[in-house]
T-cell receptor, first 112, second 112 residues
């Protein structure tokens, strides 16, 4: 009965490849987020979707493209991976009034 | 969003109360105080939030000073499982476009 799940948990790939990370929530929430946590442990928001519409788009390279096929899913596709993309990526979700965000377990991406 | 200042690290003996301070001297009248924590290798976890009154839930208590310029998160009986990085965040939760901005937090180490 996992609330927010992400796949895969670990992803190791080479520079230049294209990869996707999937996120699903079974909480009935209508807003989902992607965060990036770098090696220094800073956690920064990347994107937010509300009812499948993009509402927050931070300064993120356009190699990163989120896609929300429905309210329960928010996937992150990354083109032409670079070494600096190595990080832990967290998905989160919340209901309309975002007091409390529920985070997934994270996907550790390593680009070699 | 108002900036917060937290000590980088704290220790607490198991079974004792852990009191984690946060300074938010530039907080505005409609900004809430939120606390999240991140246990090693996990996603952040919501703990509690408040506007101006003290709050308590099953996890912790939140004490906000009368001038709202600082607050303290209290874990009444810390256990080893409470070892984590604790983040104090202030923000206006009025819309889905409102972001959580994580700082560097306080690393709490609970010891035997």
């Amino acid at each position: 009965d996992t609330a927010v799940s992400q796949t895969p948990k670990y992803l190791v790939t080479q520079m230049g490849n294209d990869k996707s990370i999937k996120c699903e929530q079974n909480l009935g929430h209508d807003t989902m987020y992607w965060y990036k946590q770098d090696s220094k442990k800073f956690l920064k928001i990347m994107f937010s979707y509300n009812n499948k519409e993009l509402i927050i788009n931070e300064t993120v390279p356009n190699r990163f493209s989120p896609k929300s096929p429905d309210k329960a899913h928010l996937n992150l596709h990354i083109n032409s991976l670079e070494l600096g993309d190595s990080a832990v990526y967290f998905c989160a979700s919340t209901r309309g009034n975002p007091h409390e965000q529920y985070f997934g377990p994270g996907t550790r991406l390593t680009v070699t | 969003d108002a900036k917060t200042t937290q000590p980088p690290s704290m220790d607490c003996a198991e079974g004792r109360a852990a009191n984690l301070p946060c300074n938010h001297s530039t907080i505005s009248g409609n900004e809430y105080v939120y606390w999240y924590r991140q246990i090693h290798s996990q996603g952040p976890q919501y703990i509690i939030h408040g506007l101006k009154n003290n709050e308590t839930n099953e996890m912790a208590s939140l004490i906000i000073t009368e001038d709202r310029k600082s607050s303290t998160l209290i874990l009444p009986h810390a256990t080893l499982r409470d070892t984590a990085v604790y983040y104090c965040i202030v923000r206006v939760p009025l819309s889905t476009a409102s972001k959580l901005t994580f700082g560097t937090g306080t690393r709490l180490q609970v010891t035997l």
